[in-house]
């Protein structure tokens, strides 16, 4: 028994592509196959960068507050954030220590610290090429 009304949508495959997907499949080509990195990364990296609204300082700011408070979650949350700036800006340093504040507040919840952490050289070399292609991309558009 049919529920709907009418007839049935059909999807119009003539149109490409949405640039979300363009973006993952990109960084899917620069972590070369190694799904565990693809995964990290596509978790941690903002996909789109001139969406970050927020400067690093205020995230921080934010971050440490929550911290002192004893909130885990947003503290979390906010040293998570900071630690994808410091990707996007290819600081090495920054993406570390904000990672690792992140994940000694999820513990083994997100294990994709854990992967960006070991690997964060190659990490911040992948996000480089990405945001400079993302960049070039924009430009052009």
Not at 5 to 24: M, R
Not at 106 to 115: N, R
């Amino acid at each position: 028994m049919k529920l709907g009304f009418g007839k049935t949508k059909q999807k119009d495959l003539s149109l490409g592509a949405n640039p979300e997907s363009l973006a993952a499949n990109r960084l899917r080509e620069l972590c070369g196959g190694d799904n565990d990195l693809y995964v990290a990364m596509s978790h941690l990296m903002f996909l789109d960068p001139k969406k970050i609204m927020a400067s690093l300082e205020s995230v921080l700011k934010e971050a440490q507050e929550h911290e002192t408070q004893g909130d885990k979650i947003r503290a979390e949350v906010g040293y998570r954030v900071a630690g994808g700036i410091s990707l996007y800006k290819a600081d090495l340093d920054g993406m570390t220590k904000y990672f690792s504040m992140a994940a000694s507040f999820a513990g083994d919840s997100h294990p994709e610290y854990q992967v960006i952490l070991k690997r964060s050289s190659e990490a911040v070399a992948i996000a480089r090429k990405y945001y400079e292609e993302f960049d070039s991309a924009i430009l052009q558009s």
